[in-house]
C-alpha cells in the first residue's frame, strides 16, 4: 500500500516514520534496508527518519549512499529539515 503511495509522491523529499510499535522495531541494517526500498519507490527522498518514541534516526542520501545519524530527544539538524523550507 506504501509502495503504490509513494509512486505517485514525484517530489517527497524528506518522509518520517514512527516505528515504536513494530515488532521487531528496525534497527541498523534492517532500517538501511527499508530505506533502500523506499527510496526505490520514490527516487525523489533525500531523507528518511525513523522515531522510536523520543529517539530519531536519519538516513540522509549523499547522491551515492544513505548515512546514518541517531539521536536521542531534539537535534536541530532533524529539527531544521521541517522549518528550513
Same mark, same amino acid.
Do not use: K
Given at each position: 500500500?506504501?509502495?503504490d503511495a509513494l509512486w505517485a509522491m514525484h517530489h517527497?523529499?524528506?518522509? /518520517?516514520?514512527?516505528v515504536t510499535r513494530w515488532s521487531p522495531v528496525p534497527t541498523g541494517l534492517?532500517?538501511?534496508?527499508?530505506?533502500? /526500498?523506499?527510496?526505490?519507490f520514490c527516487p525523489s527522498i533525500e531523507h528518511i527518519i525513523f522515531r522510536t518514541g523520543t529517539n530519531r534516526?536519519?538516513?540522509?542520501?549523499?547522491?551515492? /549512499?544513505?548515512?546514518?545519524?541517531? /539521536?536521542?530527544?531534539?537535534h536541530q539538524l532533524i529539527d531544521r529539515l521541517w522549518t528550513g523550507r
Amino acid at each position: 500500500m506504501i509502495h503504490d503511495a509513494l509512486w505517485a509522491m514525484h517530489h517527497l523529499r524528506d518522509l /518520517e516514520l514512527d516505528v515504536t510499535r513494530w515488532s521487531p522495531v528496525p534497527t541498523g541494517l534492517l532500517q538501511r534496508m527499508l530505506t533502500t /526500498e523506499l527510496h526505490i519507490f520514490c527516487p525523489s527522498i533525500e531523507h528518511i527518519i525513523f522515531r522510536t518514541g523520543t529517539n530519531r534516526t536519519l538516513w540522509y542520501f549523499d547522491g551515492n /549512499e544513505w548515512n546514518i545519524h541517531s /539521536e536521542n530527544g531534539q537535534h536541530q539538524l532533524i529539527d531544521r529539515l521541517w522549518t528550513g523550507r
